[in-house]
């Protein structure tokens, strides 16, 4: 069971910036792929980027060069460093880590922290 507990949401104008972080409770590297995934009101959970155990990532077209996922192994956390954000990303913003073993596969959610975008 990975334990998974996010920070650093709040309120930013448009435009402004965040970054929020993710502490899993064991070494990230032993899980295959971390990743920030977000829900807005009404809407569904979508991805919004990910990173693999070996370093290789991916991003939603919506955030590409204004999202950087990351990581930082000595403290078992994952980052997300969101830029130039809009309105209608406000969200809540979950991490996810995916786990494989053989033909098994786990899925672990954190709490959630609400990201405002508003002036």
């Known amino acids: 069971q990975v334990q998974l507990v996010e920070s650093g949401g709040g309120l930013v104008q448009p435009g402004g910036s965040l970054r929020l972080s993710c502490a899993a409770s064991?070494?990230?590297?032993?899980?295959?792929?971390m990743a920030w995934y977000r829900q807005a009101p009404g809407k569904e959970r979508e991805l919004v980027a990910g990173?693999?155990?070996?370093?290789?990532?991916n991003y939603a077209d919506s955030v590409k060069g204004r999202f950087t996922i990351s990581r930082e192994g000595a403290k078992n956390t994952v980052y997300l460093q969101m830029n130039g954000l809009k309105p209608e990303e406000t969200a809540v913003y979950y991490c996810?880590?995916?786990?494989?073993?053989?033909?098994?596969?786990?899925?672990?959610w954190g709490q959630g922290t609400q990201v405002t975008v508003s002036s």
């Open positions: 064991e070494s990230i590297f032993s899980i295959n792929t």
């Open positions: 990173i693999t155990s070996g370093g290789t990532t």
């Open positions: 996810n880590a995916h786990r494989v073993v053989r033909s098994l596969e786990w899925d672990y």
